[in-house]
Protein backbone atom coordinates (compact mmCIF):
# COMPACT_ATOMS: atom_id res chain seq x y z
CA UNK A 1 0.00 0.00 0.00
CA UNK A 2 1.53 2.92 -0.94
CA UNK A 3 2.12 5.29 2.09
CA UNK A 4 1.44 9.13 1.10
CA UNK A 5 3.33 11.50 3.49
CA UNK A 6 0.04 14.41 3.70
CA UNK A 7 -3.77 14.17 2.50
CA UNK A 8 -6.21 16.20 2.12
CA UNK A 9 -9.70 14.40 2.26
CA UNK A 10 -12.41 16.01 0.81
CA UNK A 11 -11.89 19.52 2.73
CA UNK A 12 -14.07 22.24 3.29
CA UNK A 13 -13.48 26.03 4.72
CA UNK A 14 -16.22 28.16 5.24
CA UNK A 15 -14.76 31.32 7.04
CA UNK A 16 -18.00 33.37 9.12
CA UNK A 17 -18.05 36.93 7.82
CA UNK A 18 -20.58 38.03 10.11
CA UNK A 19 -22.08 36.64 13.42
CA UNK A 20 -25.74 37.32 15.11
CA UNK A 21 -26.07 38.40 18.73
CA UNK A 22 -25.35 35.20 20.14
CA UNK A 23 -22.16 34.42 18.02
CA UNK A 24 -24.36 32.43 15.42
CA UNK A 25 -23.19 32.48 11.85
CA UNK A 26 -24.91 34.79 9.15
CA UNK A 27 -22.81 34.85 7.14
CA UNK A 28 -20.19 32.69 5.54
CA UNK A 29 -17.62 32.21 2.54
CA UNK A 30 -16.98 29.41 1.13
CA UNK A 31 -13.43 29.27 0.98
CA UNK A 32 -12.56 25.28 -0.10
CA UNK A 33 -15.45 23.18 -1.54
CA UNK A 34 -14.57 19.42 -0.90
CA UNK A 35 -10.95 19.36 -1.97
CA UNK A 36 -8.77 16.49 -2.09
CA UNK A 37 -5.49 15.51 -2.74
CA UNK A 38 -2.89 13.74 -2.02
CA UNK A 39 1.02 13.85 -2.28
CA UNK A 40 3.81 10.87 -1.51
CA UNK A 41 7.35 11.42 -0.32
CA UNK A 42 9.74 13.43 -2.72
CA UNK A 43 6.76 14.86 -4.84
CA UNK A 44 6.31 18.37 -5.55
CA UNK A 45 2.76 19.76 -6.42
CA UNK A 46 1.83 22.86 -7.35
CA UNK A 47 -1.18 24.51 -7.36
CA UNK A 48 -2.80 27.48 -9.68
CA UNK A 49 -5.59 29.09 -9.19
CA UNK A 50 -7.17 32.90 -9.19
CA UNK A 51 -6.79 35.27 -6.42
CA UNK A 52 -9.38 34.31 -3.44
CA UNK A 53 -9.63 30.77 -4.80
CA UNK A 54 -8.53 29.20 -1.89
CA UNK A 55 -4.94 28.44 -2.03
CA UNK A 56 -3.86 30.25 0.96
CA UNK A 57 -6.48 28.86 2.48
CA UNK A 58 -6.00 24.89 1.54
CA UNK A 59 -2.16 25.70 2.61
CA UNK A 60 -3.05 26.48 6.22
CA UNK A 61 -5.02 23.82 6.27
CA UNK A 62 -2.40 21.32 5.38
CA UNK A 63 0.24 23.25 8.43
CA UNK A 64 -2.34 22.48 10.71
CA UNK A 65 -2.56 26.45 11.19
CA UNK A 66 -6.90 26.25 10.20
CA UNK A 67 -9.16 23.41 10.77
CA UNK A 68 -11.59 22.33 8.30
CA UNK A 69 -15.25 22.51 8.44
CA UNK A 70 -15.47 19.16 7.40
CA UNK A 71 -13.14 17.04 5.95
CA UNK A 72 -9.60 15.65 7.04
CA UNK A 73 -6.11 16.06 7.07
CA UNK A 74 -4.04 13.06 7.18
CA UNK A 75 0.00 12.92 8.23
CA UNK A 76 1.26 9.65 7.60
CA UNK A 77 -2.28 8.01 7.42
CA UNK A 78 -3.29 9.28 10.14
CA UNK A 79 -5.80 12.46 10.85
CA UNK A 80 -3.76 15.19 12.42
CA UNK A 81 -6.52 16.20 15.20
CA UNK A 82 -6.22 12.87 16.54
CA UNK A 83 -2.11 13.17 17.02
CA UNK A 84 -1.01 13.37 20.36
CA UNK A 85 2.22 13.56 22.53
CA UNK A 86 5.46 12.62 20.46
CA UNK A 87 3.23 12.35 17.52
CA UNK A 88 1.30 15.39 17.35
CA UNK A 89 5.06 17.11 17.47
CA UNK A 90 6.92 15.10 14.78
CA UNK A 91 3.76 16.55 12.47
CA UNK A 92 4.58 19.84 13.91
CA UNK A 93 8.61 19.55 13.14
CA UNK A 94 8.07 17.69 10.16
CA UNK A 95 5.27 20.07 8.07
CA UNK A 96 6.74 23.29 7.59
CA UNK A 97 5.08 26.48 5.74
CA UNK A 98 6.99 29.67 4.00
CA UNK A 99 4.64 32.89 3.80
CA UNK A 100 3.87 35.34 0.96
CA UNK A 101 5.92 38.14 3.11
CA UNK A 102 8.90 37.32 4.99
CA UNK A 103 8.97 40.45 6.61
CA UNK A 104 6.09 39.61 8.44
CA UNK A 105 7.24 35.88 9.15
CA UNK A 106 10.09 36.86 11.48
CA UNK A 107 9.57 38.04 14.78
CA UNK A 108 11.22 41.59 14.01
CA UNK A 109 12.76 42.07 18.18
CA UNK A 110 14.67 39.42 17.43
CA UNK A 111 18.21 38.98 15.45
CA UNK A 112 18.59 35.74 12.58
CA UNK A 113 20.62 34.07 15.28
CA UNK A 114 18.39 33.89 18.02
CA UNK A 115 15.44 33.14 15.93
CA UNK A 116 17.37 30.22 14.37
CA UNK A 117 18.48 29.24 17.63
CA UNK A 118 14.74 29.38 19.11
CA UNK A 119 13.71 26.37 16.38
CA UNK A 120 16.37 24.31 16.74
CA UNK A 121 15.91 24.48 20.65
CA UNK A 122 12.10 23.78 20.27
CA UNK A 123 13.02 20.53 17.91
CA UNK A 124 15.57 19.33 19.85
CA UNK A 125 18.18 19.85 17.46
CA UNK A 126 20.23 22.50 19.42
CA UNK A 127 23.33 21.30 21.14
CA UNK A 128 26.88 22.70 22.43
CA UNK A 129 28.59 23.67 18.92
CA UNK A 130 24.90 24.44 17.83
CA UNK A 131 26.84 27.46 16.13
CA UNK A 132 28.30 24.96 13.41
CA UNK A 133 24.68 24.48 12.33
CA UNK A 134 23.51 28.41 12.36
CA UNK A 135 26.16 28.85 9.39
CA UNK A 136 25.76 25.71 7.72
CA UNK A 137 21.97 27.19 7.38
CA UNK A 138 23.02 30.09 6.26
CA UNK A 139 25.09 28.87 3.44
CA UNK A 140 22.64 26.59 2.56
CA UNK A 141 20.12 29.05 2.07
CA UNK A 142 23.14 30.82 0.09
CA UNK A 143 23.88 33.89 2.80
CA UNK A 144 26.72 35.50 4.53
CA UNK A 145 27.51 34.54 8.03
CA UNK A 146 26.81 37.90 9.40
CA UNK A 147 23.59 38.19 8.74
CA UNK A 148 23.30 36.07 11.91
CA UNK A 149 23.73 39.57 13.77
CA UNK A 150 20.86 41.62 12.29
CA UNK A 151 17.26 41.70 12.42
CA UNK A 152 14.76 41.55 10.25
CA UNK A 153 14.03 44.59 9.26
CA UNK A 154 17.89 45.15 8.54
CA UNK A 155 17.45 42.61 5.54
CA UNK A 156 16.14 42.90 2.10
CA UNK A 157 12.78 40.93 0.93
CA UNK A 158 15.11 38.27 -0.91
CA UNK A 159 17.34 37.99 2.09
CA UNK A 160 14.54 37.66 4.45
CA UNK A 161 12.78 35.44 2.63
CA UNK A 162 15.81 33.06 2.49
CA UNK A 163 15.90 33.16 6.38
CA UNK A 164 12.63 32.00 6.39
CA UNK A 165 13.56 28.87 4.18
CA UNK A 166 16.30 28.33 6.72
CA UNK A 167 14.40 28.18 9.75
CA UNK A 168 11.74 25.74 8.00
CA UNK A 169 14.87 23.73 7.09
CA UNK A 170 16.22 24.14 10.73
CA UNK A 171 13.68 21.35 11.71
CA UNK A 172 14.59 18.94 8.96
CA UNK A 173 10.66 18.82 7.48
CA UNK A 174 9.38 16.37 5.52
CA UNK A 175 6.66 18.83 3.72
CA UNK A 176 7.69 22.44 2.56
CA UNK A 177 4.45 24.25 2.54
CA UNK A 178 5.18 27.15 -0.03
CA UNK A 179 2.53 29.95 0.01
CA UNK A 180 3.70 31.97 -3.46
CA UNK A 181 6.73 32.75 -1.10
CA UNK A 182 8.24 34.80 -4.00
CA UNK A 183 5.37 37.16 -4.64
CA UNK A 184 6.34 39.66 -2.56
CA UNK A 185 9.93 39.93 -4.13
CA UNK A 186 11.08 41.34 -7.05
CA UNK A 187 11.69 39.11 -10.59
CA UNK A 188 15.20 38.87 -10.42
CA UNK A 189 14.86 37.78 -6.64
CA UNK A 190 12.04 35.59 -7.26
CA UNK A 191 14.12 33.60 -9.62
CA UNK A 192 16.99 33.27 -7.27
CA UNK A 193 14.64 32.25 -4.64
CA UNK A 194 13.15 29.64 -7.26
CA UNK A 195 16.63 28.81 -7.99
CA UNK A 196 17.12 27.77 -4.63
CA UNK A 197 14.22 25.73 -4.00
CA UNK A 198 15.29 23.81 -6.61
CA UNK A 199 18.59 23.08 -5.26
CA UNK A 200 17.37 22.27 -2.09
CA UNK A 201 14.89 19.91 -2.88
N1 LIG B 1 -9.34 34.91 7.54
C1 LIG B 1 -10.31 35.04 6.64
N2 LIG B 1 -11.55 35.46 7.00
C2 LIG B 1 -12.53 35.56 6.09
N3 LIG B 1 -12.40 35.27 4.79
C3 LIG B 1 -11.20 34.85 4.38
C4 LIG B 1 -10.09 34.72 5.27
N4 LIG B 1 -9.02 34.28 4.56
C5 LIG B 1 -9.44 34.15 3.29
N5 LIG B 1 -10.75 34.49 3.17
C6 LIG B 1 -11.57 34.40 1.94
O1 LIG B 1 -11.52 33.06 1.49
C7 LIG B 1 -11.36 32.99 0.07
C8 LIG B 1 -10.07 32.24 -0.26
O2 LIG B 1 -8.95 33.00 0.15
P1 LIG B 1 -7.44 32.52 0.00
O3 LIG B 1 -6.59 33.50 0.72
O4 LIG B 1 -7.36 31.10 0.44
O5 LIG B 1 -7.24 32.60 -1.57
P2 LIG B 1 -5.90 32.52 -2.45
O6 LIG B 1 -6.20 31.56 -3.56
O7 LIG B 1 -4.74 32.24 -1.59
O8 LIG B 1 -5.81 34.00 -3.04
P3 LIG B 1 -4.47 34.84 -3.46
O9 LIG B 1 -4.02 34.27 -4.78
O10 LIG B 1 -5.00 36.23 -3.59
O11 LIG B 1 -3.46 34.67 -2.37
C9 LIG B 1 -11.39 34.44 -0.40
O12 LIG B 1 -12.70 34.73 -0.80
C10 LIG B 1 -11.00 35.24 0.81
O13 LIG B 1 -11.58 36.50 0.78
MG1 LIG C 1 -2.95 33.28 -1.13
Not at 22 to 30: A, C, E, N, V, W
Not at 47 to 60: H, M, N, P
Request: with cysteine.
Amino acid sequence: MTQYLIEALNVSVNYVIKRGLLGKPLYSIKALDNVTLRIMRGESLGIVGESGSGKSTLARCLAGIIKPNSGRILYKGRDIYSLKGEDYIEYRRSVQMVFQNPHTSLNPIMKIRSILKDVLRASGKWSKGGEERLIELMKAVGLREDILDRYPIELSGGQAQRVAIARTLATEPKVLILDEPTSALDVSVQAQILELLRELK
